[in-house]
C-alpha cells in the first residue's frame, strides 16, 4: 500500500513542524485465541502500545497470562457483559439508561474491581462503550466507579465531558460491518485517517485528540491483518508521527 493520500497530509503537517499523534484501540478481549496471539505479534513487531477494550464479565486468567509480562499492551474496561439493552428499534447498547441507574453503577464497579485484580498495572481505568454508545448519564457516574478516561468513536466535543473523565475516541474503523464483518479496504481507511488529520490541522476537529485506530481482532479477515501490518509500518516510518504509549494517555 502506497499510502499516499496520508503522506500527503502528513507532507503538510510537516510543513507546519507539527507532529501527528496516533493510538490503536481493540476491542472485544475475554480470552486467549489464535486471533489474539496475532494481535500482539503486530504489537510486538512494529513496537506498538496496545489497549485492549477488554469485556469484564466472563473474563478468563488465561488472559492475564497471555498478556503478562507485556509493558506496552494495556487493559481498559469494555462495559461489563456487552449485553444490549436497547429495545430492538433502537442501536445497540449496553451503557444506555435502559436500567436503573443502580443496576448499571452495580455491574460497573464490579467489572473494574475484577480487572483491576486481574490485570494491576496493566489496567487503565478507561471505559469503553460496547457500541462506542453510552448515555451521558452514566458518563456522569464512571468517575465515582474510578474511571478516569472514556473512549467512543468519531472526534470528541470535550477533553473532559464530567470532571476528572478525559475522552480519547477512536476515528477508524477498519471493519465494514454492514457487509459481512470484512475489512473495509484500504482505501476507505485511509480516507478516515487523512480526513481525521486535515480536519485536526484545520481546526475543525480538536487537534490536540490522537487519532484512534480501532480493530476487533476476532473478526479480522486476511485483509485487516495485513492493513493492521502495512499501516504501522507505514506510521513509524514518519518522522513527524507518533503512535502513544496507552499508559499514560488519559492522564489529565
Ligand atoms: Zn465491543
Not at 433502537?90 to 439508561?97: Q, T
Not at 474511571?147 to 477508524?172: A, C, E, M, W, Y
Not at 485517517?193 to 484545520?202: F, G
Request: proline residues 4%; hydrophobic residues 40%.
Amino acid at each position: 500500500m502506497a499510502f499516499k493520500l496520508l503522506q500527503n497530509e502528513l507532507d503538510k503537517w510537516a510543513a507546519s513542524s507539527r507532529v501527528a499523534e496516533f493510538w490503536w484501540r481493540d476491542d472485544d478481549a475475554q480470552k486467549p485465541s489464535v486471533q489474539l496471539d496475532q494481535l500482539l505479534a503486530i504489537s510486538d513487531k512494529h513496537n506498538v502500545s496496545l489497549a485492549l477494550a477488554t469485556i469484564p464479565d466472563g473474563v478468563q486468567a488465561g488472559l492475564v497470562e497471555c498478556l503478562g509480562g507485556r509493558d506496552q499492551v494495556y487493559v481498559l474496561q469494555h462495559g461489563f457483559s456487552h449485553q444490549n439493552f436497547a429495545p430492538e428499534t433502537e442501536r445497540k447498547m449496553e451503557l444506555g439508561w435502559h436500567r436503573s441507574g443502580t443496576q448499571i453503577k452495580t455491574q460497573i464497579a464490579a467489572g473494574f474491581a475484577d480487572l483491576q485484580t486481574l490485570f494491576g498495572e496493566q489496567f487503565v481505568p478507561a471505559m469503553v462503550p460496547p457500541w462506542n454508545r453510552i448515555d451521558s448519564r452514566v458518563v456522569a457516574n464512571l468517575n465515582a466507579a474510578g474511571l478516569k478516561g472514556l473512549s467512543t468513536l468519531g472526534p470528541r466535543k470535550q477533553v473532559f465531558p464530567v470532571d476528572g473523565v478525559k475522552q480519547i475516541n477512536v476515528h477508524v474503523d477498519i471493519i465494514n460491518w454492514k457487509q459481512g464483518r470484512r475489512f473495509a479496504g484500504a482505501e476507505a481507511c485511509e480516507i478516515q485517517i487523512a480526513s481525521h488529520l486535515s480536519a485536526k490541522r484545520e481546526r475543525q476537529a480538536d487537534p490536540q485528540e490522537p487519532t484512534g485506530i480501532m480493530s476487533h481482532h476476532l473478526v479480522h479477515d486476511a485483509a485487516c491483518w495485513d492493513f493492521l501490518d502495512e499501516v504501522f509500518e507505514f506510521l513509524n516510518a514518519q518522522k513527524n508521527v507518533q503512535i502513544l504509549d496507552v499508559s499514560s494517555i488519559f492522564t489529565p
